[in-house]
């Protein structure tokens, strides 16, 4: 348990223990844990949406739950996303990319982007089937939260140390115990065919992890985050395009 309280408190703003003792190897192997807690994420948006959809209008119900998701892990993941967008927008050299991503201050062109990834999460979910829309609901944040794992097993820490240096490189135990949980939940919510979106989104993580290996040199916190939230707006966008070409074929 002490591998899932640690994957909980670095994903999320919810402190079950003070204190945890832990090293670099435990905290790398609890990435095992990061679609649970996606799921757990996913299942709180499920309980809001129940609650304030029969009180409010549909449009602000998604706009609310959005935000609750944001705020369940402080930001980490959005921030992060920003700081990649304006690290591969105004560095020329892998250490000026890393430099600039390292900066607390976000430029335009970040929240520009910021802006964009909120907008389609909030269009894709407003637009999503009503039947489906509870196991959507707890599918995107669980697919974000893996995305992070097979990045991490795909590339190397590209700074000299920090905390994110613990979970690059995780061991192919954990990738596989991430990726075979993460599948088996979306087949129970989605059938097999839904199964063709993971492996969609992993052959996108692949090639995207070569594209930062050339960019950055591997992989930080805030790339992180950045494939987290790319993950979750293919997710969502995938499932549309799969409800819509199943709706044409009946």
């Not at 309280?5 to 079950?16: D, E, G, M, N, S």
């Amino acid at each position: 348990m002490n591998r899932f309280f640690l994957a909980l408190q670095f994903l999320t703003l919810f402190r079950v223990k003070k204190e945890l003792a832990f090293d670099a190897a435990e905290l790398g192997r609890s990435m095992q844990y990061f679609p649970v807690i996606g799921a757990l994420q996913g299942l709180i948006l499920v309980l809001a949406w129940y609650l304030l959809s029969t009180l409010l209008p549909d449009s602000l119900v998604t706009g609310i739950l959005l935000l609750i998701l944001v705020l369940t892990n402080g930001g980490l993941h959005m921030d992060g996303f920003a700081d990649t967008v304006d690290g591969l927008a105004g560095g020329k050299t892998p250490e000026d990319r890393l430099r600039i991503m390292r900066d607390s201050a976000t430029g335009a062109i970040g929240v520009v982007f910021v802006v964009l990834l909120l907008l389609i999460k909030f269009l894709a979910l407003q637009e999503m089937p009503f039947d489906i829309k509870a196991q959507v609901l707890v599918a995107f944040p669980m697919v974000g939260r893996w995305a992070m794992v097979p990045l991490a097993h795909l590339l190397p820490y590209a700074r000299p140390a920090g905390l994110g240096a613990a979970f690059a490189g995780c061991g192919r135990a954990v990738f596989l115990k991430a990726t075979v949980l993460t599948a088996v939940v979306i087949v129970l919510l989605f059938g097999l065919l839904a199964l063709a979106l993971i492996a969609a989104i992993g052959i996108i993580i692949y090639m995207s992890s070569g594209f930062f290996r050339r960019k950055t040199g591997g992989v930080t916190g805030d790339i992180f985050g950045f494939h987290s939230e790319v993950a979750e707006v293919l997710f969502l966008v995938f499932v549309l395009a799969m409800t819509n070409i199943l709706a044409l074929e009946e």
